[in-house]
């Protein structure tokens, strides 16, 4: 499983394999969005990245946390990368991050 985070005011995005990491730590803000995305609900998350997920520099939708659990670390840094496509299209910041690995 990989912890993912999406700040839109600058846009950037990081990926976090070690649970233990202190980023992952910090993210537990008051009313936090967090996003699980799983075998189950693959599809219906790509769908909501597209066209539901929303970002404004505001403090309740200036960032958001996703927890990618497929199995396969590669595949979810794909998917992440993917959600992060999915929202250039619609918020021009995002159009040209890509994700970092953070650990």
């Known amino acids: 499983m990989i912890h993912v985070y999406v700040n839109y005011p600058n846009p950037r995005a990081s990926a976090h394999s070690d649970a233990s990491c202190s980023r ?5 803000k008051e009313n936090q969005r967090v996003v699980e995305v799983t075998r189950a609900n693959l599809g219906r998350e ?3 990245a597209e066209s539901e ?8 939708l200036n960032d958001l946390w996703m927890k990618i659990d497929l199995g396969d670390t590669e595949f979810e840094h794909a998917v992440a990368q993917h959600v992060l496509v999915l929202l250039g299209r619609r918020y021009r910041p995002f159009s040209n991050v890509k994700l970092e690995r953070h650990c």
Request: hydrophobic fraction near 25%; charge should be neutral.
């Open 24 to 28: 992952i730590q910090q993210a537990h």
């Open 46 to 48: 790509l769908d909501r």
């Open 53 to 60: 997920y929303r970002f404004g520099s505001t403090h309740d």
